[in-house]
């Protein structure tokens, strides 16, 4: 049961000068690079890749909303909007400035239960809630607030496939063919 997946090295990671480390990581594991290449996506491919609907932005701006009230912050004032439409949809464009601010390195990995191997190395989306252990436990500190608050993308080093469709997907994407 071979499995292909999508992982992108983004421009923190990149920057940081850790990419031999975290390529260690999933080869020990016994994954195989079939791919791999370094460039500085588009927007357009930016916003291909990240393909978010109208429906995902206002569960994000809800969540971010929630949040924010939770911590006592004025929405409005820290924010510049309550309503989570738009404030899903700035976050959608912070992710989009954030990958494609510099170079990334975007490969594909091989190997049985590839999908689910790479998500456990790679860890919890945010990085202050990811375990020790792992690429985004080990070399992060961010927080969804902390990020929306400064009004900028979770930097959390890489990006990998989340389930197979949006493996094969990611992979036509980015290398032209899954």
């Known amino acids: 049961m071979n499995e292909k997946t999508l992982v992108i090295i983004k421009p923190d990671g990149v920057k940081k000068k850790i990419v031999g480390e975290i390529i260690t990581r999933f080869e020990k594991v016994g994954l195989t690079i079939s791919r791999m290449k370094m ?15 109208d429906v995902w932005c206002k569960k994000v701006g809800k969540k971010t909303i929630s949040e924010f009230k939770e911590k006592g912050y004025d929405v409005v004032k820290t ?27 975007v490969m594909v990995l091989e190997g049985p ?6 998500r456990k190395i790679v860890g919890s989306t945010y990085p202050l ?19 929306a608050y400064e009004n900028r ?9 989340e389930n197979d469709d949006d493996a094969k997907r990611e992979i036509e994407l980015w290398f032209g063919e899954y």
């Open 79 to 105: 924010l510049g909007s309550d309503d989570p439409l738009t404030i899903g949809k700035q976050i959608l464009n912070n992710l989009i400035k954030y990958i494609t601010r510099g170079k990334v390195i």
């Open 113 to 118: 239960y590839a999908i689910d191997t790479v």
């Open 129 to 147: 809630t990811a375990n020790p252990g792992t690429i985004r436990g080990d070399y992060a500190i961010d927080t969804a607030f902390l990020s």
């Open 153 to 161: 993308s979770v930097e959390n080093i890489v990006h990998a496939s």
């Open 39 to 53: 460039m500085v996506a588009s927007e357009e491919l930016a916003r291909k890749h990240y393909n978010k609907d």
